[in-house]
């Protein structure tokens, strides 16, 4: 069965980093376009990022341009989003995602929270 499985969250100060990990399995990780969103409280389940299967094209939210990168390690069935410059408003939930014959799975998630 698919399992998708965040790690790296925690507590940073405003204008830090942190670098989440989601490690797949339980399907072709290769063949994925793999997503990283995002829920504060209160507030709807956003897309933050996404990086296709095949060429490994990204895209951003508005909100996170210039700041977030995602990369994948296929060799790893892992992706990654590194966060730079992290602001309050970064503060959420943030969970790893791949839809498969349009059924969404969804990892557990890992908490980001950033102090000013």
């Known amino acids: 069965q698919v399992q998708l499985v965040e790690s790296g969250g925690g507590l940073v100060q405003f204008g830090g980093s942190l670098r989440l990990s989601c490690a797949g399995s339980?399907?072709?990780?290769?063949?994925?376009?793999m997503r990283w969103y995002r829920q504060a409280p209160g507030k709807e389940r956003e897309l933050v990022a996404t990086?296709?299967?095949?060429?490994?094209?990204?895209n951003y939210a508005d909100s996170v341009k210039g700041r977030f990168t995602i990369s994948r390690d296929n060799a790893k069935n892992t992706v990654y989003l590194q966060m730079n410059s992290l602001k309050p408003e970064d503060t959420a939930v943030y969970y790893c995602?791949?839809?498969?014959?349009?059924?969404?799975?969804w990892g557990q998630g890992t908490q980001v929270a950033v102090s000013s």
């Open positions: 995602n791949i839809r498969r014959l349009s059924v969404n799975y």
């Open positions: 339980g399907f072709t990780f290769s063949s994925y376009a």
């Open positions: 990086i296709t299967s095949i060429s490994g094209s990204t």
